[in-house]
């Protein structure tokens, strides 16, 4: 990192299921809670399927301090409710030219997508609007950034946050990423039979596949010369895409594997505290990210998984799991890969179930999606690497 620029994170939010704060959810976190439950006739869906959703009433009765109801949508609400809420713990005026919004979703205002919906245009389904709608709400005058690639979405988002501030085209990113579920969504990872009818067991042995979550996750980035002991630097990430196949990952787990390579750069392993794996719980995921993970030599660095605390929450991922790998080390903490007994990938991976004592201030963040991309990102407090 000698002479360059440091990317800093200074503040940021998550609203789930287990919280509408940071401190909330890793405290939930940190005590095993999840809200993952059954369903059954929900959305008037045939099957069944396990998920973590929020109260939607306690997020409306939050949003409605703020702004009129009826001009949002629930996705929309969730995004400003979490970014504002993140620019709240600044100094920051949204209102600036030299702060940009990025927001990192999947599927945004999907749910529009049924003519049973009423109340929005059919075009407010482009995640482009959405994000011109946020930008709007904040009087920001500059035009949103959408990054919208699958389950990497929130860690390509931050890449894409170091990017803008490298150059020095900004002084301030808030990155945003959020989806909330629906029956479109459910009932599309239904139909690739991904998703587990209970809660799911990430790199388990009896592992049965996949949950989803609602969620939104906001990171603010700045750029400054030099960062203190005590800040969180985005250090490097890396997106690589091994175009194996529209929904399998490669079976060598080469994206990940080079993704893997570059964000760890000339890093010692030993650095490192964990890798926060993406771990969704389904068959061929879990064993890809192992094989990646020996491959690049980071098979004796500790491993976790969040999914078992959300779901997958697709667009938020990438931001709400930074945020509480973040959270973890500040506590001195490895936090337990819930839903995790057995070991059931090929190669030999680090995992527990239980929260673990750390000393170290680095981590991997590590990301995979359908189309055999892949993202991973450096992150550590300042001075540590």
Known sequence: MG???????????IISPLGMSTAENYAA????????KRYEG??????PFVASLVDRDKVERAFAALADNAKYTFFE????LSAKKAIEQTDIDPTSDKVLFILS???GNVFLLDKRETGFPPERVRLGMSARQITEFFHNPNTPIVVSNACISGVCAQIQALRELEVGNFDYVVTVGCDVQSAFIVSGFQSFKALS??????????????NLGDAAATIIYMRKDTACSDEWIACRGAIRNDANHISGPSRTGEGSYRALKVALGDVSPDKVAFINAHGTATLYNDEMESVAIERAGLSQVPVNGLKGYYGHTMGAAGILETILSMQAIDDHNILATRGYETLGVTHPLVLSNQNQ???KQAFIKLLSGFGGCNAALLMAKGGTL
Do not use: Q, Y
């Open 77 to 80: 609400k969730m995004i400003i």
């Open 42 to 47: 929900k959305w008037n869906l045939p099957e």
């Open 3 to 13: 002479g360059k620029c440091m990317i800093v994170s200074v503040a940021n939010n």
């Open 29 to 36: 976190v940190k005590a095993g809670r999840s809200e993952l």
């Open 357 to 359: 004592a750390t000393d």
């Open 197 to 210: 009818t209970e809660p799911c067991k990430p790199f388990d042995a009896n592992r049965t596949g996949l």
């Open 105 to 107: 979703t999947t599927k």
